[in-house]
């Protein structure tokens, strides 16, 4: 099975702050996902890599950055944190390549991340 | 750019059938995916649809129309189990880019 893992399940940082999210994946998989998600939103891309140090703006990059230095790891940073970005924030892998359609995404626990 | 619009609530009693609709806007399309999301829970695959027609999983169908930008998931025989969040989610050709729709709060009423 796959897994996919989150450093944490809850998070409280406080405004200004430099926030780390790492996640982990352990099969080996091309493309890795950050999405946020919010009641009545849905789920909204912030960012997403398909190869180790490859990298592409989702739908709300702002405020966000990410980092991916091995194949396995994909990291969400805030640089400074703001209350607005409370929320609960999912990574998901697959292993599609562009001309995969169905690309199922595997998703990690979730991080709830209260900012203060 | 891309969009999936969906339902934000549907109710349903135990043993009923219930379709969660899903209309779409993509450029370029590499078909509709459905994933259920339990409260506290991640978001798990359920179905897929490369081609137009029915997709059938057990209690579980999905059916896709590309001419009319719409899919739907179709749940029999519903359980209490089935209440959760439904999502579609598709990924423009040529992209790695994957979106998902806002998602059906599903609640099935005993």
């Known amino acids: 099975d796959v897994k996919v893992t989150q450093s944490s399940r809850y998070l409280v940082k406080r405004t200004g702050e430099k926030v780390f999210l790492e996640c982990v994946q352990d099969m080996d998989h091309e493309n890795m996902f950050w999405y946020r998600q919010d009641p009545g939103l849905g789920l909204r891309l912030i960012y997403f890599?398909?190869?180790?140090?490859?990298?592409e703006k989702g739908d709300i990059p702002e405020g966000y950055s990410v980092s991916r230095e091995k194949k396995e790891r994909f990291s969400l940073i805030l640089e400074s944190a703001s209350t607005n970005q409370t929320s609960m924030y999912l990574c998901a892998s697959s292993s599609g390549g562009r001309g995969v359609g169905t690309d199922t995404q595997y998703f990690g626990p979730g991080t709830r991340l209260t900012v203060l | 750019g891309q969009s999936l619009e969906q339902p934000s609530e549907v109710t349903a009693v135990e043993g009923a059938i219930v379709q969660i609709n899903c209309t779409y806007q993509?450029?370029?399309?590499?078909?509709l995916s459905w994933y259920q999301q339990h409260d506290g829970g991640a978001p798990t695959f359920l179905s897929y649809?490369?081609?137009?027609g029915l997709e059938e999983t057990g209690r579980f169908s999905s059916f896709l129309s590309r001419s009319d930008s719409y899919g739907y998931l179709l749940l029999q025989e519903l359980q209490m189990k089935d209440s959760a969040s439904y999502f579609c989610?598709?990924?423009?050709?040529?992209?790695?880019?994957?979106?998902f729709g806002t998602g059906t709060r599903l609640k099935v009423l005993a």
């Open positions: 989610a598709s990924r423009g050709s040529g992209t790695y880019k994957y979106i």
């Open positions: 993509t450029s370029g399309f590499y078909g």
């Open positions: 890599s398909y190869d180790v140090k490859m990298k």
């Open positions: 649809n490369a081609l137009d």
